[in-house]
């Protein structure tokens, strides 16, 4: 990595936005300590926690159960979120008010709880886990995407309070809406240009290219990859890519599926021992119109930790400054054993 200079800024090649890379001298990620861990061994439910066994009074119903094989209570569960900003019963219809337009709060809002086990975080859980969990979000994603063709569900989970958890007991979210982003329709539609000009999906020569330079490989199996991006916006960013040409996340298949959890528990594993169990989201990123063929379009799974913060320069410019490289962040995590 000695030709890269520190200071530089750096083009993603979807978004054409830029993020300047100021790593600071002398900082560097095995310069965090450690945190301590409560024990993930430690089965007890937790008072007060709606989401342990045996607290089934405090949740408003289970929607969605995946059960157990062995000694545990269950493998996951889905819930109605008990704070909703959106709701089935809110009308979806336009009006204009005034010089505005206002839309009816229509939608679903589910907690997906990871575990039954109040201390036991991705980052701990074996792999049969992580496939558990990704298995429910398969179930709740499916079953919106075949229930409405107008609704499009976000799967996301926040870990930890600077990340927006308000429980810390490890759970996803699952919010279908009928409001397509219009960050992500812009994404889809530089990536169609891009395909326009070159004849290529542009995220399978982005996994091509992360394959052959390996500087910012974190893992790589037989059907995925995971990487730090070329154009990082927070320091410890990782993308997991399928290495096949796919741009729906809902036809993963049972093998796929099982990879995939392969992939996402050596991301979270290694992030939590590189940083110390820091705060992250990660969230799906999948085609808006379902069951789509598109030939520009490639789903991914990215996880941002939360070790920066928004503050003057970047609300003023819209740009990210990221204190690292992505070289030397993927080169930390590909070290952890």
Known sequence: MSD????????DLITQTWVVCAPTRGHRPHDIDEANDRDPTD????????????????????????????DAPWCTRVVPNKYPAMTPEASSDEQRCGLYHLRGGHGHQEVIIDTPYHYRSMAHMAVDDVDAVLQTYLARYRHYREADGDLIPHIFRNHGTDAGASLPHPHSQLVATPLPPPHIEKEEAQA???HAETGR????????????AEARLVFVNDDFVVFVPYAARAPFTQWILPRAHEPEF????????RALADALHEATRRLH???GDPDYNFFFRTALQYASEAPHLHWSLRIRPRTTVDAGFELSTGL?????LPERDAEVLRSIA
């Open 273 to 275: 021992q590189a940083l």
């Open 250 to 257: 809902g036809r993963l298949d049972g093998a796929q599926r």
């Open 192 to 194: 169609r240009a891009l």
């Open 320 to 324: 990210s400054i990221n204190p690292s």
């Open 43 to 70: 089965h007890t439910p937790v008072e007060g926690c709606p989401f342990c066994p045996g607290h089934e009074a405090m949740l408003p119903r289970v929607l969605w159960q995946l059960d157990a094989d062995g």
């Open 4 to 11: 890269i200079p520190s200071q530089q800024a750096r083009q």
């Open 201 to 212: 999906c542009p995220y399978c020569e982005m996994v091509e290219e992360e394959l052959r």
